[in-house]
């Protein structure tokens, strides 16, 4: 610990990530030269399995030879709407698609396979479970990636998941501490603010950590949130040594790695600039701290830490017990022993699909079945959009209404994720003609425009079905002879598992994992 140089302790502290498929010479430089030890891959980085395979193996050899140490190869594969693995992959369904089917094994299982694939493929950090608990329903980043509004059910899950996670041989993280649920701002974008007390915090967004914790996590991300009660000055939870350091590390006695959120996420770059932002985590007691998407950010990082610990503004000896814990966890990520060493990835989609297929629920059913969707059926539906920067940078392209159409006949139209008035009475113009009338939303209840469309298509037929694609919310005052089934993604897997509905191959069972 004590040969290591000025550079390389701050490179042991840093995560950043490269645009391509494989080590490009920017990537190169920043671990040679800068001695950068961890990773995290998103979905640009991934093609296929064997890919991502060769890819990490040849990160962990260039980590090895420049730093002495291996690397975390972290990523977010959450499940559902935050997956980055490729479609030969297996991606399970989200949080609160697997709080929907009411069992707790559903998502030790879900955590293991993931934490199984993982491993085979040489990734070994997860920065999954979403802990939040998600008690607005206007939340624009967390919605289905938590598992529900009840800080108990989200402990419960997010505890089986770890375990998973754990078993499949893969680190496991909770986040984003203290609390994402209750904001109406996308960190990404903006900076939110949380008006809660500790006391407040207790009773809900804290319940979930604290429960992984005493589970034994070895990992909690922070969050860029402004909580004023907690924190005097005007810094978010990710720079305040207050709820890092006297919160997470001394009162819930959590002795594992604290890592950031992206530092270059925008509730930090645009208002404390990055490089700042990250010194003010360092201090705050931030183990890892993630530098995602640009390598001249990465590089200036370095070496404005690099000089704030040769000079002593950041005291050695936290920087040595950092490292030191850093190091001991990389050592323990070696020992984790995974189920298997190899991977069925057959067995892993059929499982996926089936969790799917029972998460589906059926919030508005004015009669005991779906109705047919007769000989002339009408879809309506926004293409797959980014929702938030949470998601990969470019979606599928996936499409509700065509993919339908294609399989049932009638026709198909497309719709702007917030359609204008014109563009809804275009949408309903023929709505009279067609034998039922199917929409897809795709978090509607953000965008009103397709709320408006649902409203006026039940005064146009008869028969009309609403698939919520994301949040569930979007369901949440339908028209009373309006069918409403909640699906929590919007994938190819998730059209597919619709398309097996409407054909009547399966009873929708789940069951609304929130109160609307």
Known sequence: ?????????????????????????????????????????????????????????DLQQLVRKHTGHSAFISIDQEGGMVTRLDQDAVNIPGAMAIAATKNVDNAYQAGKITGEQLRY????????????????????????????????????????????????GVFACAKHFPGHGDTNVDSHLGLPKIEKTLEELEQCELIPFKKLIEAGIPAVMTTHIL?????????????????????????????????????????IKQRYGTVEGVKHAIKAGVDLVFISHTAKVAREVSDVLTKALESNEIPIEEIYAS????????????????????????????????????????????????????????????????????????????????????????????????????????????????????????????????LELIRQAAGKNSKVIIVALRNPYDLRELPKTVYGIAVYEYTQKSLEAIAQLFEHQFIPRGILPVNM
């Open 121 to 168: 493929a040489g990734i070994n950090f997860n920065l999954a479970p979403t802990v939040d608990v998600n008690s607005n329903m206007d939340n624009p980043v967390i919605g289905v990636r938590s598992y529900g509004d009840l800080p108990e059910q989200v402990a419960a899950f997010g505890a089986a998941m770890m375990k998973g996670l754990l078993d499949g």
């Open 323 to 450: 490292v030191e814990r850093i190091l001991k966890y990389k050592e323990k990520i070696l020992n984790l022993n995974p189920s298997s060493n190899d991977f069925n990835v057959n067995s892993g989609k059929s499982f996926a699909f089936n969790l799917l297929k029972a998460s589906i629920t059926p919030v508005q059913m004015p009669t005991d079945t779906l109705p047919d969707l007769g000989l002339n059926p009408l879809f309506i539906g926004a293409p797959l959009f980014r929702a938030t920067n949470a998601s990969n940078q470019q979606e599928d392209g996936i499409r509700f209404s065509e993919f339908l159409a294609k399989r049932f006949g009638g026709e198909a139209i497309l719709i702007a994720p917030n359609p204008t008035e014109a563009e809804v009475q275009l949408a309903l113009q023929e709505a009279e003609k067609h034998s039922c009338v199917v929409i897809g939303t795709y978090n509607g209840h953000l965008y009103k425009g397709q």
């Open 227 to 267: 909580f004023p009660k907690l924190e005097a000055e005007k810094i978010p939870a990710t720079m305040s040594r207050t709820i890092i350091t006297g919160l997470l590390r001394e009162k819930m006695g959590f002795g594992g790695l604290i890592v950031s959120d992206c530092m270059e996420m925008g509730a």
């Open 1 to 57: 610990m004590k040969n290591l140089s000025a550079r390389e302790l701050i490179g042991q502290r840093m995560v950043v990530g490269f645009p391509g498929t494989e080590i490009d010479a920017e990537l190169e430089e920043l671990i040679c030269n800068y001695k950068i030890g961890n990773i995290i891959l998103f979905k640009h980085n991934i093609t296929s399995i064997p890919q991502v395979k060769k890819l990490c193996q």
